[in-house]
């Protein structure tokens, strides 16, 4: 098999055997590696410093085991759950689509309702 492809790192056309070959050369697929390696390090470190600026918009592994064990949610629980934002969450509840219980000024939303809606939308 021999397809025309584009070099993923030298952008210099190839002819490559394999569909799954993204690079003209060994020297290239190791400088890409490299490349995509320092990328992943720069975009964990990134999301480092964002999740230091604004601890409250990410939600931790034990956060979400803690979500997971409720039965009733906040409104910005079951909107990570459903991976709307809790503005959208609170249009679907005033319009209806989303069930919830108004205690004093807070929404609770049933967990059972939230994977109701989670099965509907796929
Ligand atoms: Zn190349």
Redesign the pocket.
Known sequence: MRILKI??????D?IARKTTSK???D???K??YKLNERNSKIAQAEMKTEIRRSPAAFITEDQIKAIQAKENLTLSEAAFLLNISPLTLRRWILSGKMNSIKIGKKHSIRKEDVFCRNTQLQ
Request: glycine content about 0%; hydrophobic content about 25%.
């Open positions: 070099c993923e790192y030298c952008k210099n190839f690079t003209c050369s020297a290239c697929a400088r890409l």
